[in-house]
Structure formats: C-alpha cells, structure tokens
C-alpha cells in the first residue's frame, strides 16, 4: 500500500460526497426497513465482487445484557392543526417524528400535545433528533419557531407505526487476509435523515471496503454496518470468536463536516492503532486532534467495555454534541463537504497502511554496525549524513530492531516518518540484514 | 460521611481556636507534667464517651536505636539582674527557659552567662524556642532588644528543675471501625507555649476525635498525642503490631495560621493518603500545596522512616520554617484564625472521607454496557450527556470498575469529583453491577 | 578523588592545547604508519610508568561483520597543472589527498580529472575532508575557489600510496582498580590534520590517563586509542571478554571548540553513565547540552550497537556536523582553545568522580531515626536546620537508603549535591550506620 495521492483523495472526494447524499434522506431507526434499505444502497456501492452479509436477529434474542427489540416501521406519521391541515409530516423530515413512536391516533387539546413536541429554543429553526427507544411512548419534533406559534385548538396525532415481533439488520463485509488477526471497522446505520451522522460514516465505509478488497492485504478486514449501542452488542454477542482477533479497530463516525480530522483512543490508550492513528494524523502536518477514552459517545462504548477491552478508537472530524448541527436537521449536505469526505478517506488509510506495515524485526548481525557499504547500502566517499538521509533510517532499524521495537517504535523514537523506517526495514530484510 | 456544612465549618474553628487558646500557654516538653496537663485538657474537651488512654514509659527503657530520657520538670526558673531585679521568668513565658534546662544555681558576670543566652538579632522583639535534650546544659532565651540593653555585672541563675528517673507520657484513642485497617492521626505534644505550632495540631486531633467518633467507620482510627521524636520512635517500638495495620495515616501540625493549606506527601508519594488528600485539596477550588516528601519536618521522619515506611502524609498550613513567627514567641493567638482552623478541619474530614470511600468494585456486567434504562438508571428519551451529568459517573465506573482501578484511579482518569464517582458506584451496587 | 581546583584546570587545559598542536598535522588514516606516528606522540606524553599497548590486526582478519582492510600508505602525492607546477600536495595539508587513494600515476585533461576532484562551494577557502576506504578509488580536495580558477589543460596526478597487507594499529592503557568493572574510554586516532577532530580527542585520553594513573580507583579504566568504526569493530570482535566488564563508557572527540559541553546518552539512555554525566554537568551550573542518544555519530555506533548496548556515551562539546568547520581545514589550532580544552577535563573527571563514588548503601537502623546526636553527627542545642545543612545529606542518605536507592537516585531526589550525598553516606558509614 503506498500514500494516496492528491488526485485519487479528490475524486474519493467526490464520489464519497455523492453517495452521502444518496444515503442520507431515509428514514432509519435500530431496527426495520430503514435498515435493510440503506444496506440495498450500499450493495449497490459496492463493486459485485465484494461481498456483504445481511444478518437478521429475531426481537427477543438475548444478546449480553440486553434482548433484541421489537423491530419497528413507518408507513405514515403526521401532526394535523386545529384547522385540519398537516403541520407536521415524517414524509418531509424524518427527524419529525420521534424514533420508535408507538402506532397513536388520537385528537388532543394543545396542552395535552406539549409534552410530545421537542424544539431547539436556541436554534429555533431547526428540527431536533430525538429516540425512545425503550420506553413506550410517541412525540414529534419541530422548530422553535414553529412549536411557539401553535395555535390553540385540537390537533389529530395520525402515527401509522409498527412495533412488532421482527428482527433487527446489521450487515458485515470480511475481506481475508494472508494473516488471522483482523482490522474492525464499524459505523452505525440506525440514525435517519443526517448527512454527517451517519450518512458520511456509512459511505466511508463503503468505499473503504472497496478500496482493501483491491489490495494486497496481511490483516483481515471485517467492516460492520450495525445499529447503534443494541447492534454493537448484538454483534459482540454472535461473534465472541471473531473478538479475539481484532488486532485493530476504528468505530466511523461523523466524516464529513469542516471540523478538524479528531482520533479518540481507545480505552487501552496505547494499543497499535492508537499509535498508528496519531503517527497518520502528525503526518498529516495539518491542526487535528487526538482525545482521550471515554465511556461517552458511540459504539467504542461497548467494544471498549471491561470485558472485551478491544483496541477499537474512533475516527470522525468535529466531537459529537461540540458542534451546533449535531443531532439536529441542520446536519445536511450544507454540513459535509467532498473535502472533508477525501481527507478522512486518506488518514484512515493511512492509519490502515500504518497496521499493515507495522512489525517487529531482528537485525541478525547486532554486533557491530553491519559493513552496509558492501551491500549496496551506503554511499561510498565518506561525508556528513543529514537528518533525512535515506541512511539514517537504515542505521535506526539497525540499530533498534532487536526484537522489542516495533516499526512504530523505532519511528517515534527516531521522530523519522513512518515510511522512512519501514522503507529501510524492507531494504534491509531484502538483503538478509532483518529476520 | 459527607460534606461538612460552611455553618459547621465556621462553628468548628470557634471551637478549635478557644480550645487552642486555652492549650498554648502551658509548660511542655517531650517528658514531664506538662505533656500531663495538657492531656488532661484533651480529656476535658472530649465526650467523656470517646476512650482516651495515657501511657507512661519509664526513663531508660530502650525504643528503637534511642532510649526514653530522664522526666524534666520545672518549679521555676529565673534570671535576675545586678540590682536583683527578675529580668527573665519562666512564669512570664514558657519560651524563656531552654526546654530542658538542669537545675542550675549560680551567679555570674554577663560575659560568662552570654554563652546561656538565646535571641534572635533579625526579629528584636521576640523569644526564641530553643531545647537541649540531649546534652545537660541549661540557658535562657530573650528578645534581641533586651539582650543588647543587658548591663555588666554579676546574674543570678536561678533554675528549679528536675531531670530524674520518670517517665514519657503520652496517649491515644482508638475508635474501632468495621475493618482492622487503621487511620492513624498524630500530633505532637511537646512544643511550649506557642499556639500554631502545635497547640493548633492538640485542639485538632481532640476534635477529629470526637467527630469520628459519631460516625460509622470502615477504618479504625488511632489518635496519638505523643511528644516529637522520641514520642512516636516510643510509640513505634511499642506497636509494632499496630503499625501493620496502617493503611493511611497523617501527622497535623500548625492548622491555624493564614496560610495556605499545604499536604506533604509520604515518602512513597503514590500512597492512597497521597491521592486522597491531593484531591481533597484539589476540589477545594482554593490555592494550596501539595509537596514531596523530604526526611526533614515533624514525625512524618520516623513514620516514614525506611524500615517502617508507612503511608503518613503531613497535613497543616504554612510550612515550618518558612514564616518567621516558627518556634518563637510570636507564634500565639494572634497568629491563628478560626477561619483558618476550620478550613483545616474540614479538608482533614475530606481527606479521611474519601480514603473511607476509597475501594475497588468489579462489575459484573462487564461485557458491553448493561442496559441502565431498565434499571431506572438512564433517562428514556435519548439526548446528548453533558459532562456532569449523573450518567457519565454510571459510566466511566462500569467502564473502570474491572477490579484494577479504584474510586480515586477512576475521579482521576475521567476528572470527575470524587463524590459522583463514589455516588455512582453507590447506586451501581445496589442494582447489583458492582461487586 | 577531589573536585580539581581552577588553577589545576587552567595548567591542564594549556598542557592539552600543546600537546594538541603537536598531534594536530599527521596524516592518519585508519591504518598505516600516521597511527604509528601518532602513538608514539602519546607514549612520549605518557609517564613511563603508565603501559601503552600497541596492537597490530592483520589485514583481512575477519573482526564481526567486517574484515580488516589493507594497510594504506603516502609517501608522496602530489596534482601538477598544465604548466607543470604543483598546484596541491599533500606535504603541504593531508586533507589535499582524498583518504584511501589508490596509488595513480597518469596525465588527464580537467573535464576528466574534475570527478576527482573535491570541494565545498558554501565556504571557498575551506579544504574539506573526504575519505574512500571502502571503494578503490582516487582524489584530490581543494578550496572551492582554487577549483574554480582551474585552467583548461593537462594535468598530472601523482599519487605514491601503497595499499597492501599490512595491519591496523590500535593502542590501550589498562589502569586496573580495586574492584573488576571498569571504565571504557575512548577516542579515534585516524582523522587527519584536524585539530578539534580529533587531535583534542586523543591529547584528552592521554591526560586522562596519566591523572588516572596517578589515583587510587575503584573501577579500571580501559583507554582506547582506535581508528573510527573498523577500530572500534575490531577491538569488539578481539575483547569480547572485556566487553562483558564494561559498567561505564565515555567515546571522547571535539573537546576543544568554543561550544557548550555536550553529554549523548548512550542507548540505554538511564544507565549510570548517563545520569553521572548529566549530574556533572547539571552541577557546573553553566550552559550544556545532553542530547538522546542516535546510531549515527562517532564509535557509539558501534558500542551501543544492539547486541552488545554498553553503557558508552558520548563527551564533546559542539556536535559534529552542526558547526561549519567540522571536517575541514579549518579545523585547526584556532578552532580549540586551552580554556574549552581545561573545562572538558574537568567535566569529564567529575563524571568519572561520581561513578566512582555512586554505590547503593543500606542503612543498619532503618527502624525511626537513629539518634545521631550521640555518634556527633547532629547540633545539640535544637534549631531549625537550613536546605544545605551538612545534615540534611545525612537524613536523606539515612532515609533513602534501604538497599534500592544509590547516591545517584538520592542526590537527584533530595535535589543536592552529589557530594553532599556521597559525603554524607562515608560519615554514616564511618559510625556504622550503613552497610
């Protein structure tokens, strides 16, 4: 694998920009036809060759400390005023209604109404995001703006939902490897209606599946398209084999906006891709962020709970909840820009290219400086090296492949770009030098 | 436990300063009925429900590499001019007299009674503490102003002590808690005449006794007033079982001055008495200090002594030696504040609150998050978290709580106070998620 | 050993200057009779008693990964112009002929003799030093504006070199001490007429010798006068025994410019000889440099070379490469001066000093203070004792050592001086109170 260049990134741009679109209008919720549709988008994304699994758990799978829900669809929701005409409908937002609203129709004065209406009073024109996933109930959300101008009167709640025994949609690309140790990359499927969150992880992941099916490839990839919280814990519950090979693993989220490139590390806090992650973003010589674990956020919290400890970070630009539009209808294609899409493309795989070519050699002749001249190594008249010289990455491998220094290692403390040292690692195994 | 109150704080340095004030003026010294008197204030000032025990080792017995001294006491003692005239009189102030001063009867011209005299030529108007418990010999300390004005002639000498075989008193209470590990609180009863330094440290320890006496208690707490130096080698070559037992422990001298509160840390430096009063310290929101561990001070030097090696910090206010009222005559009532006592009291609480709060919980649900809805733990409609919020305590303990980390290591990786983490691990356990 | 007075310093750092001026002009090379030469500059320097050893290695001895090379010889070289006129001859600067030329007689027009030829276009004036032991080959260097003035024509190389078996020379100066460690030091013999690199190198390691002939040692001192790289491999590979009593290591080279003195810390980066030199320097209380250790360099390279990672740093002053002069003709006589020469001694015996004098004691009363007023050791009368107090050495020895702790680990914790803390530990030790 080698650095992409700025053309390629631009046109990843581009086309990630394009199926971000596509994918972000739908209606999606943890379980039902939202789902199963967006994962029909992403089959078609995809070249044929690749193959993508679609699981179904039946409701009431229990799965680690939880049971699989009632799946739930959407046929028609809407909030009629007091003079008869909708003023609310899921056909134009789907962030209209609240996610999981139970089947409800009624008539009910404005007082009564209020408690199921949800507004931004500081951002009075947007529309917020809200789930009840696991309490019974029903609620539309509005704009401020709008919620205060209601006028008195009855008002017809027509929510034409289901929420029945079904099952819940999660899907998996593996893509094998030459070794068993495995690459984890997961982005959440469940939200509806927001560009940024989770159209843009949705496609990221797409492509990147297409991009490592093209390669040559030690780790094997297995990208999971899976419902926030519940489908993360159902896929760790079905795949207790598979979690003992993650070596590496990165959550996507949030992929697309004009924030800075952000790496959040795994509760581990030093496990490889941790490393790799923030050796790419450096690389980058760009302004980027790397933050902490914390048991707050998306799925890193259950593939980082006590009991897996996974080396799984997350990967995204701007923080959730630190930027205005987060979880709101302001999250649309004004948010995400083909840039964003491009650079995020090419740090993830440089974080991947970094796992890939991350090992750890033996120099097999660590008495002494080998006579690299011989070997074609080393510039015959004598003078000063520089810094940069292709030289001294030879003589720190040489010098710190004793079996304990990774690749990753001898980078950081030689403070010489990754693929300086790899480089030098492979020009020195091709001539016996590292076993 | 929990907080202390501001109005408790406030009536609790009343208290303190007027017991302080009646302490300070006595005759004290490392043996003698001094350190007898002032522990039978002790005895008043506590409930007489609080046991309160008085040890007596008699001169001569071996304790560690020393041996008790000979008991010291003194009827009176005096310096009288040429004109006969008293200049100096233990009566006036216990500072006058060289603390273990032997019984001396003579006259002398002033050039052979200087070498006996003690001042200080940068603070004119005070009295030096000057002691010589080691080699007999016997002196008088003065302001610089009236040593300079003193006349040629001949002194009278006139020093009414006894130095004979007796005994080194001291006490301690021991409040059982429900577990053997052991609080020990010490301070030292040696020091004459002066109010921060330690009649502040007595009026202290007698008050945390009687607060932690009406509490439940995890640990067991050891309260000793004990003379400096060869009270706590005394009491360690006398408990050697005890000291087994000691899981945290601090020395409390000079609590009352206007300082800023200052910790100093064991010499293991990562002891959980380290932690917990850092915290304590830390969540103040005040100025404070908090400073290594050096074999100089009070009897954190034996406590921490490298054979026994225990976790005694040192608590108070400015540092000994560093404000120029130490071991003089101006350290009195003026010096002390009762403002600054029950600031003392009340970080002292806070300290021993969370070393008793302090464990490790596993959680028995460590494979994803458990499903805090279902247990009431969660709010229903899912928005974002702030970072205060009840939740994240909830979460960073389930993430943490994999039997390595305790409460202290879990505030300190997800810097949240103390209490929402103990609070959380509280309301964990008692849906059974903690064990 | 005792700190060495100004004055000491100052008549050594002029014997250093002369005794650099005499070694400076040889033409060396990493074989060859200018080693020889240069040898006997020292053994002249040298007191009779002190045992110089010199060692031949024939050529093609195989010495690690290397095998020792031919030995190379000058007896006349010498670049005729095209009117027949030595333009360069290295009578007049051994850096004229580049290091290692084949034996050349022939007549060339420029255009053909211009590959041959070596200069540095940045600084005109300046001859820079170039070298081809590994490649057979010939040339000539020059002053970048002597190349430039070149006339078109023929030209007549002269090269009378011999490059045939022969053996590489190398010398040690084994000081054995009381105990079976010892002390590596080292420096190159093989640059050319160059002052700071590496005249001063090889006057320092002679000096040293003769003050450490003339102490009483704990440690033996090994003292290596080597050719760069093939020297140092072939001592290696021929002392492998040696290798394994190395406890200590000092490469020594450019001791005499005008730059801070600068410790890099051998591979290990915390091995004694690392933290005795950066005390040593730390306690000049002057500007310095200690810079991380890198595999590029002078013979660290080889010392810290991964399979045998022995505790050698590196003592200078400005690093090689990082001022204009390094590897020229302008490093000459003007480069180095008496002072920089005398403060480098000293830098270095006091990094010696303290390795001496680093030992882990135990103390024999770790149980609560012992009572040092008895064995002396501590003032009678009572007062407070100030940061630099003789005994405050003592209480921190007493405190820290308990078998884990050397004088090393308790000078940089207590923050004093390393004397004060050796000093301390020999009166303890003197009354029994260590072992």
């Known amino acids: 694998m080698s650095r992409i260049p700025d053309e390629t990134t631009s046109a990843l741009g581009a086309h990630l920009y394009e199926l971000v679109a596509e994918l972000t209008p739908a209606m999606r919720s943890i379980t039902g036809n939202g789902v199963r549709r967006t994962l029909a988008t992403v089959r078609r994304a995809l070249d044929p060759a690749v193959p993508l699994t679609v699981r179904e758990i039946p409701t009431d799978t229990p799965v680690l400390d939880w049971t699989v829900p009632k799946e739930w669809n959407v ?20 962030l209209h209604l609240v996610n999981y609203s ?27 995001y809200r789930t009840s996933y696991y309490r019974e109930t029903w609620g539309f959300c509005l704009p401020d703006r709008q919620r205060r ?54 496609a990221m992941a797409t492509l990147l599946a297409g991009a490592l099916a093209d390669r040559p490839r ?105 930027y205005p539009e987060y979880h709101t209808s302001a999250d649309n294609m004004d948010l995400v820009t083909p840039e964003s899409l491009g650079d995020s493309f090419a740090i993830i795989m440089r974080t991947i290219e970094i796992c890939e070519r991350d090992r750890t050699w033996t120099n097999t002749s660590p008495f002494g400086e080998p006579q690299l001249g011989r070997r074609g190594l080393y510039r015959s008249i ?35 770009p990754f693929d300086t040292v790899a480089d030098a690692a492979d020009a020195l195994a091709a001539v016996g030098l590292l076993t």
Chains 1, 2, 3 share one sequence.
């Open 149 to 202: 101008a209601l006028a008195e009167g009855e008002y017809q709640v027509h929510i034409d939902t289901t929420l029945t025994d079904g099952s819940l949609t999660f899907a998996e690309i593996l893509l094998p490897g030459s070794g068993p140790l495995e690459f984890l990359l997961t982005t959440h499927v469940c939200h509806p209606g927001m560009a940024n969150d989770n159209a843009s992880g949705i």
């Open 218 to 322: 030690r780790l094997t990839y297995r990208i999971l398209f899976i419902p926030g919280t519940i489908g993360a814990i159902t896929w760790l519950a079905h795949n207790r084999h598979a979690v003992e090979q993650v070596e590496h693993g990165l959550v996507l989220t949030g992929l697309g906006d004009r924030g800075q490139p952000t790496y959040k590390r795994s509760r581990r806090g030093d496990a490889v891709i941790d490393r790799a992650a923030t050796r790419a973003l450096k690389e980058t010589d760009r302004p980027h962020h790397v933050v902490d674990f914390s048991p707050y956020g998306y799925d890193e919290r259950q593939f980082c709970s006590p009991g897996f400890n996974l080396p799984v970070g997350r990967f995204g630009r701007s923080q959730h909840g630190e």
């Open 102 to 128: 139970a089947p409800t129709y009624t008539r009910l004065a404005l007082p009564d109404l209020a408690p199921h209406l949800h507004s931004l009073p500081d951002r009075p024109d947007w529309v917020p």
């Open 75 to 94: 046929r028609e929701a809407w909030l009629a005023g007091p003079d008869g005409q909708r003023i609310l409908d899921v056909a134009d937002h789907p």
């Open 382 to 416: 004598g003078a000063t090296l520089g810094r940069d010289a292709v030289e001294m990455g030879l003589l720190w491998v040489l010098n710190l492949a004793d079996g304990t220094n990774s690749m990753l290692d001898i980078a950081e403390r030689a403070d010489l």
